[in-house]
């Protein structure tokens, strides 16, 4: 039975325990929350050992952490380094994005770290068409194999692009865009309808779906094919014909007892942020929200973690309720372990933020300002989000006759206000 259909009978799982105690939330609370699709903890009914996540509605904005082989680099090492990195700097949950190499091997081997770790199955079926040919050979029968066989391995959770449909389409080449489609599964489904003249099959045989995911108890991530991959393309008719569709499928997911969330945009200007997350909200019911970035501007190539962060934040503050993080690397490269490492903190920044701002994590923000009052490094190290790159920027210029840091040094105001008002 899945998580969701246990609730609604009432029944307080482990998962859902532990979430209410690490969230500070009433069980009750989250009870009814989960049973009505506004909160999700994805968990496979394979049993992995891993740590529950829940991302919804009253909890705190939870990030993920992409990573995965391309086909042109291929290292699983390098792989489960930034997995690991990423989860020692606070990523919630990991995605595998793989397109290169032994896909079924990269998997296990990042399943074996205990985090909800997520997939998109069009990658793995188009590469698999595209060995043959092209991805547009790609069978029905082949994508569903592969969701299954994704699900029996103990994958947490999907992205499933069932809302680009033929009417979604038209939609696009009603009114052409700067960049188009952006979505790697968005564009490998796309030129299948094309070039086959069908319908989704994901949209097509969603009960069949449904079915699978129920037995594996499996949440689904409605994937936004259509996401603006520039500001000029944001909250556009394709991109909101799109989220009306992935509405319904809400619907038919709380109706099947199916866990989901909903994916979001992209490329979004700073205005149009909150109105896209309340129009989510409002479309698909209150189902949690994932949002990549959104990035406020399309020219922060090198800096794209910085445009993602600055959206992130207003998203999550306006409701958004998982941020998929933005490396440095976006738009220019398979990232680094330490752009991995820099898009997490990136984004763990935007999440307490938003956070903060609706009441959340305040204790540690005062607990640090009293340590800088104090002057106590340590435990300035000890709370902030990424310790080591403190104690670089401390160590790179120590002070030669004070306890302060060498931007004020013995003029610091803390230590004057201390020594002279009595820390007034």
Known sequence: MTLMLEARRGVVSDELREVSRAEGIEEKVLLRRVAKGRVVIPRNSA???LKPVGIGEGLRVKVNANIGTSPE??????ELEKARVAVRYGADTLMDLSTGGDLRRIRREILKIPVPLGTVPIYEAGVLAAKRGSIVDMSEDELFSVIEAQAREGVDFMTVHAGITLEAL????KSPRVTGIVSRGGSFL???MRHNERE??????FDYLLEIAREH???LSLGDALRPGSTADASDE????ELMILGRLVRRCREAGVQCMVEGPGHVPLNQIEANVLLEKRLCDGAPFYVLGPLVT?????YDHIAAAIGGAIAAYAGADFLCYVTPAEHLALPSVEDVRVGVVASKIAAHAADLARGKGREIDEEMSRARVELDWEKQFKLCLDPERAKEYRRRRLPKKSDACTMCGNFCAMKLTQEFLGGG
């Open 190 to 192: 796309a030129a299948w």
């Open 217 to 219: 108890d499996v949440t």
């Open 73 to 78: 680099h291929v290292s699983i090492e390098e």
């Open 170 to 173: 038209e939609a696009l080449e």
């Open 298 to 302: 399309d020219i922060a190539a090198g």
């Open 238 to 241: 394709a991109q909101l014909r």
């Open 47 to 49: 049993g992995r050992e």
């Open 200 to 205: 989704n099959p994901l949209y097509e045989n």
